[in-house]
């Protein structure tokens, strides 16, 4: 009976050292059953260690044995080995690698982490902002994620962006860019950057990490990471609004980790008009000026040329021929928007106009062989009055400091030449 025991026991045994073969499944380095952003801060945690090589040096999603390294992650009693993704004894960038192949794959849905869940009006928050205009297809929106809150000497961060349910973030684009360009926790290139879409939980996981050898850690606040998307068509139709919100933040400093709290937004892929009306004037081919009304409160034009402002009436030249889509975006998120066609350049009439700026008030204007059938002038947007073709100076002693525009029109009205000058 007792060697029966024994034998049993010795079966139980065997059957249970082979269950507990240490395994690591590439890309799960914290060991909790699912691939995500979070193994990227563990193996940034460990970043540059060495150990026992696998025998087989591979990443796909099934376990690898492995011999222990016998060093386990801080406050854990996990074996780092699982950060060795990739098998071939040094945890470094190839072992991120993994991580992208294989998130978001999971053998069982892990705990929940322990995210650093800040207090509202205490600790730093976690904003998310886009550009406001119309989100249609082939356009791109750009979402800033920033700080708001200084952080002091932070090592390694996380976060997830996560989309509508309803809506499918591959639907909304089918490509993303993540840009660091204006961000302070990159600013010297000396970190490590993680960027992932996992399509089952309908997100976007981001780690950063300040890598250690490689740079100090980093205090700041304010722009973190610009993420663009180019807008799928049929999004419009879809889903005219949809939320995007922050969530499961993690930031760990030189000496603890940091509560953040979380932001959420609405994109409105069709903000309403709100009754704007658009109105420009052309000084010649490519200078124009743009006006707007009624009245609001702060706005910002896009010129559509990559140039914007904020001044009330704008005026502004185009270097190339082409349409462009004018758009004015108000503080309350109002916009509208425009065409205009700039037609390429006639040549150039030899018309002068001197002093510019004026001296005691008198502008003299010389046409050369130009024929001119009356000059409109104007200031601050307003024309004011006409003068004779054949008129060779202008009195402005009289008038107020500023601007003034002249415009030659010919005998079929159109402008042929337009020129600014500054009155005294
Ligand atoms: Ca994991
Ligand atoms: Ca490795």
């Given at each position: 009976m007792k060697k029966i025991i024994q034998l049993l026991l010795s079966i139980l045994f065997i059957i249970f050292s082979a269950s507990c073969q240490a395994q690591v499944y590439p890309g799960d380095v914290n060991n909790n059953g699912s691939v995500d952003n979070m193994d990227f801060i563990y193996l940034c945690s460990v970043f540059g260690e060495t150990g026992p090589a696998r025998d087989d040096i591979d990443c796909g999603w099934e376990p690898h044995d492995y011999t222990p390294w016998n060093k386990t992650f801080k406050n854990s009693?996990?074996?780092?080995?699982?950060?060795?993704c990739n098998g071939d004894g040094i945890i470094n960038e190839d072992d991120v690698g993994a991580i992208n192949l294989n998130?978001?794959?999971?053998n069982s849905p892990p705990p929940p982490f322990p995210y650093s869940e800040g207090i509202a009006g205490v600790d730093p928050s976690f904003d998310l902002s886009y550009t406001s205009r119309?989100?249609?297809?082939?356009t791109e929106i750009e979402l800033s994620v920033a700080s708001n809150g200084h952080i002091e000497k932070y090592k390694r961060m996380a976060f997830t962006l996560e989309f509508d349910s309803d809506v499918d973030i591959n639907t909304i684009s089918d490509n993303y860019d993540i840009d660091y360009?204006?961000?302070?926790?990159n600013s010297d290139g000396l970190g490590l950057e993680y960027a992932q879409t996992n399509e089952s939980n309908n997100n976007l996981q981001i780690g950063i990490a300040r890598i250690n050898g490689w740079g100090p850690a980093k205090s700041g606040e304010g722009k973190i990471v610009k993420i663009k998307f180019i807008i799928i068509d049929n999004v419009i139709e879809l889903m005219p609004v949809f939320n995007v919100k922050i969530k499961d933040a993690y930031i760990k400093t030189k000496t603890q980790r940091v509560g953040v709290t979380y932001d959420e937004i609405e994109i409105n892929a069709n903000p309403p008009d709100c009754g704007i009306i658009l109105s420009c004037y052309f000084f010649n081919s490519s200078m124009i000026q743009f006006f707007f009304s009624p009245d609001a409160d702060s706005w910002t034009w896009d010129f559509g040329d990559g140039q914007t402002s904020n001044e009330l009436e704008p005026i502004h030249t185009f270097n190339n021929p082409g349409t462009y889509t004018i758009t004015l975006t108000t503080s309350d998120g109002c916009l509208q928007y425009m065409g205009v066609i700039i037609e390429p350049e006639t040549p150039d009439p030899e018309i002068t106009v001197y002093p510019n700026p004026t001296t005691d008030g008198m502008v003299y204007f010389d046409i050369g062989n130009a024929t001119v059938s009356y000059i409109q002038v104007w200031t601050q947007g307003v024309h004011f009055l006409n003068l004779d073709g054949a008129a060779n100076h202008f009195d402005l002693s009289g008038y107020i400091s500023g601007y003034y525009y002249f415009n030659f029109i010919d005998h079929n009205g159109t402008t042929i030449k337009s020129v600014s000058v500054y009155n005294y």
């Open positions: 009693y996990k074996d780092i080995a699982h950060a060795d998130s978001p794959f999971e119309r989100v249609e297809g082939g360009s204006e961000s302070w926790v």
